[in-house]
């Protein structure tokens, strides 16, 4: 497993009963995770005492109760890069502090490569990776197909001190954007994609991982520039083993460039128990 376990402003304190108690810089959230299928062995105060405890409707979604006043965001750090913490109507904060494990290895590849190195970030989201790869010195362009989670990923570039980096921002599916670069005959050196398990696109076109992620991939082959760096595929849709995504990388990026792969679980560290918790999967092909 991938553990990003180098956090100061994020911790799980404890995970138990299908929940986990989180560490959000000053703020503390009670929030469920489907990983989490043991009990939780002491309910201390710790478990009680939370600014906010998002409850998971039987009907679907759920809804936060905030016990505690808290801004209506706030900043937490991971080594030089900085983000906007907000909870949203979704149990998320915005974002997935796992992917710091991703973070720290793009980085390093990036300052390793001696070479200026272009990256597309697709499904970006809040712009985690993308600032990270900029802060290394890559130029970036983001695209994700949710104008807001594009602002929010500009806010984060900013609180990290980015603004002036070659960041491009492209609000638009995915999808459509690629096959534009395809027809513009644009290069990437490293590709990076966190896809949904489900979604629609523009045109109502239906996405599914299961049937839609290989051959998603295989047309990323015609954006990748002769020499590329590196493929990051991350996945949270259930079910779906590592080595499915190793298999998906090494018949189509491998086969065309050689190079390496791995692929695993991604994770963080649980403080109180001293156990990992799962938090998704990653494959990696890289030069």
């Not at 376990?5 to 703020?27: C, M, P, Q, S, V």
């Not at 906010?52 to 209506?72: A, D, L, V």
């Not at 750090?77 to 900085?82: A, H």
């Not at 991982?209 to 949270?236: A, Q």
């Amino acid at each position: 497993m991938h553990v990003a376990n180098k956090w100061e402003d994020y911790e799980i304190i404890d995970a138990g009963g299908g929940e986990k108690l989180e560490r959000w810089g000053d703020i503390i959230l009670r929030r469920p995770d489907p990983q989490i299928i043991w009990p939780i062995h002491h309910e201390s105060q710790q478990w009680r005492n939370v600014h906010g405890h998002y409850h998971r409707s039987s009907s679907g979604g759920g809804q936060w109760e905030m016990k505690k006043q808290i801004p209506e965001r706030w900043t937490i750090s991971y080594e030089q890069l900085k983000f906007y913490i907000r909870p949203t109507n979704f149990k998320h904060t915005g974002l997935f502090p796992e992917q710091a494990a991703n973070w720290s290895w793009m980085m390093d590849k990036i300052q390793r490569a001696g070479r200026p190195i272009q990256v597309l970030n697709l499904f970006a989201y809040t712009g985690g990776a993308t600032v990270a790869a900029a802060s290394a010195g890559a130029s970036v362009v983001h695209v994700d197909a949710a104008k807001g989670m594009v602002q929010w990923a500009k806010e984060n570039a900013a609180l990290s001190g980015l603004s002036e980096r070659p960041i491009r921002y492209i609000t638009d599916d995915v999808f459509k954007f690629v096959q534009r670069e395809q027809r513009r005959g644009n290069r990437y050196d490293a590709i990076i994609m966190d896809p949904p398990s489900y979604g629609r696109g523009p045109g109502g076109e239906m996405w599914k991982l299961e049937t839609s992620l290989y051959p998603f991939v295989e047309s990323c082959l015609s954006i990748l520039s002769d020499n590329p760096l590196f493929f990051l595929i991350n996945s949270y849709t259930t079910g779906i083993s590592p080595t499915v995504l190793h298999n998906i990388l090494s018949m189509t990026v491998k086969k065309r460039y050689g190079g390496s792969i791995s692929a695993g679980e991604i994770g963080l560290p649980i403080t109180n128990s001293g156990l990992n918790l799962p938090c998704g999967i990653l494959g990696r092909w890289e030069d």
